[in-house]
């Protein structure tokens, strides 16, 4: 039977754009299925400052544009559909998507992670109409409003210094008395005249007629609560790994996924790669790193498997 590609790549954020790329310059015959614009997390970033290379800040659009078309350059195919099933077969995989069903030799999984919601009333209800997981995306239609950031890692202060940069009232809610985020990032935040940090305060409710208009504030410390006028509340509070293509692989308490260092699951021919899998560190260049990494395991089992394995 005629396998159609060597190596499908699921999720074309930063692991998935690199591991095609470094799959396509290895020979290997790829699709890349992504369901949204390539890119992943990436796209929403504004001012992208730690990507080594990049002296100046770029675009995280633009960034992404640029990983793309340099995997497009080494001959990889882009497929926009969405993944349904992965079915590990003989020697082979069969994937079903959106758009056909196609078979593979080996599999990288680089289905990055979703943001988590808070669940708590009116977040629902208001989302996109004031509550938000993007700043870059929703930020500018709050330009000279107050508006409230709720975390504490390093997204939450990321994109609270983007908004100070849109207005001078923004309050950020952190439910501890210290930020988890990287100490450079977090002194930023604290040094903003823009910002105003309200440590160990929780948000407990978002309210407003058809709009954000306030949220209900609640300090762990003295138990008090109180309400804060707003036009907007962004939430930034970790992220789900996208895993249900794979229920069955070891996962992390935290639910990624779990591979050893070559980027291997405990399948044969199938890798995890990027903010799905258990790693200490989420960022771009750590994704593009573990992307490498997997497509090179991915290139050697095929040789291996089609007999052309060097020594
Ligand atoms: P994170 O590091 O997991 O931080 C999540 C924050 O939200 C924590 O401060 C946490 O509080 C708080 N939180 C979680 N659940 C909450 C709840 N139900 N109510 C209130 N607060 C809650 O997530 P992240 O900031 O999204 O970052 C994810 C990964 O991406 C990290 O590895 C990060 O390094 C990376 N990242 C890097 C950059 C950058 O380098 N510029 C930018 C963005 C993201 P506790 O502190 O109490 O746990």
Known sequence: MEIDKDLIIIGAGSAGLTAAQYGARANLKIMLIEEMAPGGQALIIDELENYPGFPEPISGYEFSERMH???????????????????????????????????????????????????????????GKGVSYCATCDGPFFRNKKMVVVGGGDAACDEAIFLANLADKIVVVHRRDQ????????????????????FNTVIKEIT???????????????????????????????????????PDLEKDEA????????????????????????????QLVVAAGEGAIAAHSASQYIDELKGQAYG
Not at 71 to 91: L, R
Not at 189 to 198: H, Q, S, T, Y
Not at 224 to 229: A, S
Not at 256 to 281: C, H, K, W
């Open 255 to 282: 639910g990624y996924i779990v591979t050893n260092q070559r980027m291997e699951t405990a399948t044969p021919g199938l890798y995890a790669a990027g903010d799905v899998r258990s790693t200490p560190f989420r």
């Open 179 to 198: 930020f988890r985020a990287q100490k450079s990032l977090a002194d930023r935040v604290l040094k903003n005249r823009n910002i105003e940090v309200r």
């Open 69 to 127: 078309k340099q995997a497009v350059n080494f001959g990889v195919e882009t497929k926009t559909a969405t993944a349904k099933k992965i079915e590990k077969k003989d020697g082979y995989f069969a994937i079903e998507t959106s758009k056909g069903a196609f078979t593979t030799y080996a599999v990288i999984l680089s289905t990055g992670a979703k943001h988590s919601e808070l669940g708590i009333p009116g977040e629902k209800e208001l989302s």
């Open 208 to 246: 407003g007629d058809n709009k954000v208009q306030r949220a209900v504030l609640g300090k762990t410390d003295t138990g008090e609560t109180y309400e804060e006028e707003c036009a907007a509340v962004f939430i930034f509070i970790g992220s789900i790994p996208q895993t249900d293509l794979v």
